[in-house]
């Protein structure tokens, strides 16, 4: 069933970081959710683990804002970026290209990362980043394989976040493609981790050597 609320969008031409100026803008109550915003240049983006995601121009820098209830009733909140990669995952597919996902949140094409998403809780509001590498990537990455309009992707992709998809709908998808992760680590505490043996939950989780681990990104 498709939800009845409206994501207000802005276009910037430039900001330090999609991610901190929607955080800054909910938090100070300039702006309230559900709301989008996307750059065409980033400054200073943010990637997992307080990285910094390095940009360049023609790429997707997106974050948006939306509320905890909004969300899919069987959704958990750690599981919420494994949700939001796959979402975006399936329109690229449905477009042509061959982008997979690494657990628990990152785009590949064959074994280079493109982009990825992290996700930050501020009272009842997500706040969800996303970077893709649309025309550009730096060295050691990867860019899409196929043509897309920024706007239109961010268009359908907010679109697709109204029709409330379960989490049951969209794991039993994320699932058959989780073998493709055997060959690759994963970060927990500062340590990698590696997939060979890893045991997909359920609810988005991973257990390794009897470890469960949640993406909490």
């Known amino acids: 069933m498709e939800s009845d609320y409206v994501f207000t969008t802005y276009s910037l031409e430039s900001v330090d970081s999609t991610q901190t100026y929607l955080i800054n803008a909910i ?3 300039k702006l309230h959710s559900p709301v989008a915003v996307y750059a065409k240049v980033q400054t200073a983006g943010l990637g997992s683990r307080g990285n910094v995601w390095i940009t360049k121009e023609g790429n997707l820098y997106l974050s948006f804002a939306i ?3 909004s969300l899919p009733s ?3 909140l750690e599981s919420s970026s494994i949700y939001f990669s796959y979402l ?3 329109i690229l597919t449905q477009l042509g290209s061959k982008v997979w996902l690494k657990w628990p949140n990152d785009f590949y094409i064959g074994d280079k ?3 990825g998403v992290i996700t930050n809780m501020f009272k009842s509001t997500l706040v969800c980043g996303i970077g893709l590498n649309v025309k550009n990537a730096p060295e050691d990455f990867e860019v899409l394989d196929i043509d897309v309009d ?4 961010v268009e359908t992709f907010l679109g697709s976040l109204k029709l409330k998809h379960s989490w049951k709908q969209i794991f039993s998808k994320y699932a058959l493609e989780f073998e493709r992760n055997r060959a690759y680590f994963t970060h927990v505490n500062n340590s990698k981790i590696a ?3 890893a045991i997909l939950e359920e609810d988005g989780s991973i257990t390794c ?3 469960r681990i949640y993406s909490l990104r």
């Open 27 to 29: 938090k100070s109550k």
């Open 67 to 69: 509320e905890h209830s």
């Open 74 to 76: 069987d959704l958990r």
């Open 88 to 90: 975006l995952k399936e």
């Open 113 to 115: 990362k493109i982009g």
């Open 150 to 153: 920024i706007k239109t992707l």
């Open 195 to 197: 997939l060979d043996n």
């Open 209 to 211: 050597n009897g470890q």
